[in-house]
């Protein structure tokens, strides 16, 4: 991985030892739409805004929430068309690894795939980082987990986590809300609320858009009635 | 502490700015609006049009080797806005790709799968150093047998969305917010409302009467999915019910 004219890379350190180029990427970042995930005892629910740029767009042909294998999801905050590249890396490994043990793929080990693609991107060279954070929501053998994933290539597991604009209100939130023994049910309505506090504008299951994974380890995103059901129940 | 602006080459390639921005692609999007040339897209019950302008700036120039509307299979329209070198770039490749779907798959590329080629295709130069983002937006439209009429618009970001009604180009924000006014409650269009609709929104934002011979128009309709550019008299007969009705 290296383009032919720039065998040199465009992310260097500055003189403090930083490197800029990931730090304009999760910059890129914090302008994204707000999204968020919580894990429960039985279950991961992982949510994102949708705001479309004008009512003349069909909402039927954009779905941000991707599912990466059966039981792994992903959302994302921040340049949509990277996501996009990040999604179908992230396929094709798990297909491999089922291809070569004949197993799902863990979700520690398919983070981390990932995140190694992201980290090429900060180092090889003629390529700049990816403007994205993802937020994976997984359930297999060692039950439900959701890892965050940044620009730089590190990730870490958290309890709950928001990206984007409004993630410090969100997280917040989000700490003063959860609790370790919280069903998966309840972690939709505390997603819904999280999502709420920084929403301009009137929500409806059309402008967000919520996935969920229990314990039949299935991920599958809500249909807009499903999501407007949820929150008739939050009202 | 952070060095500033990336050494200057933050504006020359596709590297982030300080605030997160890529500035080539935002300079690709001003390219796209440099041509000066807008062109409109909507989508009805069972058809999809799309209208440009066609501007000859020359009297000497042979006005039907200038054209913005191309056929990538038969079934699969695309109107590609902005810069024509890029344009004539994008339609060879796109041409290719559906050639080979078609041949590796057994079946046509649907508009939706075109449309995220050409995206994935896009981002990938907003990636990588050694290519440029094209100045050009493409809209590719088709009927798909499954969902129906498609009209789907990608830029130089690499985003795409399906629309019900899109616009690119110079005058493109006044006829999104022309066509957001006239699709508001999810009109179920016929084929004539359609084209009348995607000229009446050019005419609209250029402010001026257009003539068949300064536009150029494409449809697919649901009975007959062959992507078709429409004749100048075809166009007159357009231009006419419009005038008449207004």
């Known amino acids: ?235 | 502490m952070s060095r500033g602006s990336g050494g200057g080459y933050d504006r020359h390639i596709t590297i982030f700015s300080p605030e997160g921005r890529l500035f080539q692609v935002e300079y690709a999007f001003k390219a796209v609006k440099a041509a000066g040339v807008t062109s409109i897209g909507v989508r009805g019950k069972d058809s999809v049009c799309v209208v440009t302008q066609k501007k000859v700036p020359d009297k000497l120039l042979d006005p039907s080797s200038i054209t913005h509307l191309f056929a990538v299979t038969k079934y699969l329209g695309l109107v590609a806005t902005g810069t024509t070198a890029d344009a004539r770039t994008l339609v060879q490749q796109a041409r290719n790709e559906a050639a080979e779907f078609r041949h590796k798959y057994g079946y046509e590329m649907p508009a939706d799968t075109l449309a995220r080629w050409i995206a994935d295709k896009s981002q990938v130069y907003t990636q990588h150093a050694y290519m440029r983002p094209l100045g050009v937006v493409a809209m590719v439209l088709g009927i798909d047998d499954e969902v129906g009429p498609q009209l789907f618009k990608c830029d130089p970001a690499g985003h795409f969305f399906g629309h019900k009604a899109t616009s690119a180009g110079l005058k493109e924000q006044e006829a999104i917010n022309f066509l957001e006014k006239k699709m508001k409650n999810d009109p179920a269009f016929t084929y004539e409302e359609t084209v009348q609709t995607a000229i009446s929104a050019l005419q609209s934002v250029l402010q001026e009467d257009l003539k068949a011979t300064e536009i150029e128009v494409g449809v697919v309709v649901k009975g007959n999915p062959i992507f078709r550019a429409l004749s100048t008299d075809e166009i007159d007969e357009h231009l006419t019910a419009i005038s008449e009705r207004d």
């Open chain 1, 1 to 235: 991985m290296g383009d032919s004219q720039y065998s040199f890379s465009l992310t260097t350190f500055s003189p403090s030892g930083k490197l800029v180029q990931i730090e304009h990427a999760l910059t890129a970042v914090g302008s994204g739409q707000t999204s968020l995930g919580i894990k429960a005892a039985n279950g991961v629910v992982i949510a994102t805004e949708k705001k479309l740029p004008s009512i003349l767009v069909d909402e039927t042909s954009v779905q941000k929430i991707q599912i990466l294998t059966p039981n792994i999801g992903v959302v994302y905050s921040g340049m949509g068309p990277d996501s996009r590249v990040l999604v179908r890396k992230s396929r094709k490994q798990a297909e491999q690894y089922n291809r070569l043990y004949k197993e799902a793929i863990p979700v520690t080990q398919l983070v981390r795939e990932t995140a190694a693609v992201m980290q090429e991107f900060t180092q090889s060279g003629g390529v700049r980082p990816f403007g994205v954070s993802l937020l994976v929501a997984g359930y297999d053998d060692k039950g439900p987990q959701l890892y965050q994933v940044d620009p730089s290539g590190s990730y870490f597991s958290w309890k709950a986590s928001a990206m984007g604009k409004n993630v410090s209100n969100a997280k917040t939130f989000l700490e003063k809300r959860y609790t370790d023994d919280m069903e998966l049910d309840d972690a939709v309505h505390t997603a819904i609320l999280t999502l709420k506090e920084g929403f301009e504008g009137q929500i409806s299951g059309k402008n967000i858009e919520i996935g969920i994974i229990g314990a039949d380890k299935q991920f599958r995103v809500l249909t807009p009635a499903e999501i407007e059901d949820y929150l008739q129940e939050v009202e």
